[in-house]
């Protein structure tokens, strides 16, 4: 299995706060890393794909970087409406691994 | 656009089997995607249970696998996920997805819980 560990677990922060969730792949995964977010009893939405690819209607504050083993997820300013939790997900093996999620809370 | 919704039992007795279904619509079930089953037990994150093609070719976790069973009726434009033995373990959110190189879009989620 391939595993996936975010960093933090969890993280504090204030409206307009430059926000990074850092994931990293136990082997290497080319750019196959997709990130969602997750509201309290809601399903996962796609954010990111393919590392850096934003998904069509997600605002232009969300970016992705990365390739290989160690991948960012970056909130350029973050908005009332982004606290949430952010999962990161590999693609590159048919047994798709999540990452732990990253629980990004008000400060 | 594409809406995916569970539907099934929401309390299995353990070492019962849960049987689940997802309904597509907006899009046809052999549209190309892979269809997929991933869960999360309350409070936790997400494991991938398996996924099947329209041509009925699966994929499963391997923590999973021995009782697994993903099935597709192209028929009814839906696909099923039956988990045999179930145990305390198993209760989880179930989700069903589209796959194609990244899940989306995502059915609502229903809870399941497994007790006597």
């Known amino acids: 299995d391939i595993q996936m560990t975010q960093s933090p677990s969890s993280l504090s922060a204030s409206v307009g706060d430059r926000v990074t969730i850092t994931c990293r792949a136990s082997q290497t995964i080319g750019v196959s890393l997709n990130w969602y977010q997750q509201k309290p009893g809601k399903a996962p939405k796609i954010v990111i794909h393919?590392?850096?690819s934003l998904q069509t209607g997600v605002p232009t504050r969300f970016s992705g970087s990365g390739s290989g083993t160690d991948f960012t997820l970056t909130i350029s300013s973050l908005q009332p409406e982004d606290f949430a939790t952010y999962y990161c997900q590999q693609s590159h093996s048919t047994l798709f691994t999540f990452g732990q999620g990253t629980q990004v809370e008000i400060k | 656009q594409v809406h995916l919704q569970e539907s099934g039992p929401g309390l299995v007795k353990p070492l019962g089997t849960l049987s689940l279904t997802c309904g597509v619509s907006?899009?046809?079930?052999?549209?190309?995607?892979?269809w997929s089953w991933v869960r999360q037990p309350p409070g936790k994150g997400l494991e991938w249970i398996g996924e099947v093609y329209h041509s009925g070719a699966t994929s499963y976790n391997p923590s999973l696998k021995s009782r697994v069973t993903i099935s597709v009726d192209k028929s009814r434009n839906q696909f099923s996920l039956s988990l045999s033995f179930v145990t305390a373990a198993d209760t989880a959110i179930y989700y069903c997805?589209?796959?194609?190189?990244?899940?989306?879009?995502w059915g609502q989620g229903i809870l399941v819980t497994v007790s006597s």
């Open positions: 907006g899009d046809s079930i052999t549209s190309g995607h892979w």
């Open positions: 997805a589209a796959f194609n190189n990244w899940f989306d879009p």
């Open positions: 393919a590392a850096s």
